[in-house]
Every structure is written in structure tokens, then in C-alpha cells.
């Protein structure tokens, strides 16, 4: 186990993943959010994409971008999409 693909993601990941949202936005019960935590703590590529929402989100609610690039302006905007254009249910 000497390399580490991010490309593959175990199911556990994915359900990392599929929550994250609801994490970040405090809707998650008390144990699927320590469960997350832990496993947010074991996986490094997990951790990343967490941050990444992270600071998304924190762009977002001081009202972005006046001091943010054009390339990372356009990412948001991709991002944003993405996450509002995530199937529920
Ligand atoms: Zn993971």
C-alpha cells in the first residue's frame, strides 16, 4: 500500500463525500457528523476536498470575491453549480 491513487475511492468515500454538505451546512445528526469527522481524519484526499468546500463556503458567505481572481471566480461559480445541482434522493 505504498501508493496512494486518488482516483480510487472506496464507498466509504463517497458517502464522505455525499455528505460533506450537509456538514459544512450543520445539518447533519451528531453521529453521522463524528463519523464523517473520523473518517475526514483517516483520508487525506477526503480532508483536502473538506477544506476546499470549506473556504468555498467562506468566500461565499462575506460575499466573495472583490479580492479573488477571475480563474477562481469562474471555479466558484462551476463549484457552486455542481453542489446546487446535486440529486437528492
Ligand atoms: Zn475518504
Same mark, same amino acid.
Given at each position: 500500500?505504498?501508493?496512494?491513487?486518488?482516483?480510487?475511492?472506496?464507498?466509504?468515500?463517497?458517502?464522505?463525500?455525499?455528505?460533506?454538505?450537509?456538514?459544512?451546512?450543520?445539518?447533519?445528526? @451528531?453521529?453521522? *457528523?463524528?463519523?464523517? +469527522?473520523?473518517?475526514? !481524519? #483517516?483520508? &487525506? %484526499?477526503?480532508?483536502?476536498? $473538506?477544506?476546499?468546500? @470549506?473556504?468555498? *463556503?467562506?468566500?461565499? +458567505?462575506?460575499?466573495? !470575491? #472583490?479580492? &479573488? %481572481?477571475?480563474?477562481?471566480? $469562474?471555479?466558484?461559480?462551476?463549484?457552486?453549480?455542481?453542489?446546487?445541482?446535486?440529486?437528492?434522493?
Amino acid at each position: 500500500m505504498a501508493t496512494a491513487d486518488l482516483s480510487q475511492c472506496s464507498d466509504e468515500c463517497r458517502e464522505a463525500l455525499k455528505r460533506l454538505g450537509a456538514f459544512l451546512d450543520g445539518e447533519l445528526g @451528531e453521529v453521522t *457528523r463524528s463519523k464523517l +469527522r473520523e473518517h475526514l !481524519s #483517516d483520508c &487525506a %484526499p477526503c480532508t483536502e476536498r $473538506a477544506d476546499f468546500e @470549506e473556504h468555498l *463556503r467562506e468566500l461565499v +458567505r462575506r460575499g466573495c !470575491s #472583490d479580492q &479573488a %481572481p477571475e480563474h477562481l471566480k $469562474a471555479r466558484i461559480r462551476l463549484q457552486l453549480d455542481a453542489l446546487s445541482a446535486t440529486p437528492s434522493g
